[in-house]
C-alpha cells in the first residue's frame, strides 16, 4: 500500500511540472519547458553501511524537459555480499526503487553542473532478522559530461537519508550514508538550447 501510495504521489508531482512547464512556454514566452529529450543509463555507486563500504549498481530512465529539467525512475542494489561489523556479522543485502529529479545547469557546455534527488522505497535483508522496507531520499551535486551528443558522463557526491528503519540492531542512521557515483548516460536530446530573453535590453530598446 505504501508503495502504491508513493507511486502515486511522484506520478501528480511528474504531470504537475509538466502542466506548468507547458503553462509557462506558452503565456510567459520565455525558454520553452517542453519535451527535449529521452535519456537512460547506469549508475556504479561507492557507500557505506553501518561502517561497512559496499558498492551499488543501478540503472535510471527518464524524460528531458527544457534541455535541462529530467524526470524519471530509477533502481539500484548492493552488488557486495557484505557483513556488517557488529555482533555476529550479520549478511547485509540492500536495493532501491524510486523517482529521480535532476537539473543540469547550462547543459549546452561540454562540462557543466548538476544536482539530483532521490526517493522512494528502500528493501533491506538482514540475516537472523528478516526482512524491512524504509523510506530513503538521496540528494546529490556534481558534474556532467558531455562525451557525444548521445553520451554523457557524470560524477557526483551525496548523501543517502534513510527513514523508518524497523530493525532491533540498525537505525536510520546506520544505513544513511555519504556516497560518491558515477554515471553512464544514453540518449537524445532534440532542438536547441534557448536562453532566456534579456527583457531589460528590450525595454532599453
Keep these: 500500500m505504501r508503495t502504491k501510495s508513493s507511486f502515486l504521489a511522484f506520478a501528480f508531482l511528474l504531470l504537475s511540472i509538466s502542466i506548468f512547464a507547458q503553462r509557462e512556454e506558452t503565456v510567459l514566452g520565455s525558454r520553452g519547458w517542453g519535451l527535449s529529450g529521452i535519456w537512460g543509463g547506469y549508475s556504479h555507486q561507492y557507500t557505506g553501511y553501518k561502517n561497512t563500504d559496499g558498492f551499488n549498481r543501478g540503472g535510471f530512465f527518464g524524460f528531458?524537459?527544457?534541455?535541462?529539467?529530467?524526470?524519471?525512475?530509477?533502481?539500484?542494489?548492493?552488488?557486495?555480499?557484505?557483513?556488517?561489523?557488529?555482533?555476529?556479522?550479520?549478511?547485509?543485502?540492500?536495493?532501491?526503487n524510486g523517482g529521480r529529479i535532476g537539473y543540469a545547469f547550462v547543459p549546452y557546455k561540454a562540462v557543466h553542473p548538476m544536482i539530483n534527488v532521490e526517493l522512494g522505497r528502500g528493501h533491506a535483508t538482514l540475516s537472523g532478522e528478516g526482512t524491512d522496507n524504509m523510506f530513503i531520499i538521496q540528494p546529490s551535486a556534481g558534474v556532467e559530461i558531455n562525451v557525444f551528443r548521445w553520451f554523457r558522463f557524470g560524477l557526483e557526491g551525496g548523501y543517502r537519508f534513510a527513514r523508518n528503519v524497523?530493525?532491533?540492531?540498525?537505525?536510520?542512521?546506520?544505513?544513511?550514508?555519504?556516497?560518491?557515483?558515477?554515471?553512464?548516460?544514453?540518449?537524445f536530446s532534440w532542438g536547441r538550447y534557448h536562453k532566456r530573453e534579456d527583457y531589460r535590453k528590450n525595454y532599453e530598446n
Design 64 to 96: 528531458e524537459f527544457g534541455k535541462s529539467l529530467f524526470l524519471g525512475w530509477t533502481h539500484y542494489s548492493l552488488r557486495d555480499d557484505i557483513l556488517l561489523k557488529d555482533g555476529d556479522n550479520q549478511r547485509f543485502d540492500f536495493r532501491f
Design 166 to 187: 524497523d530493525y532491533v540492531s540498525l537505525n536510520n542512521n546506520d544505513l544513511s550514508g555519504a556516497f560518491g557515483q558515477a554515471s553512464l548516460k544514453f540518449g
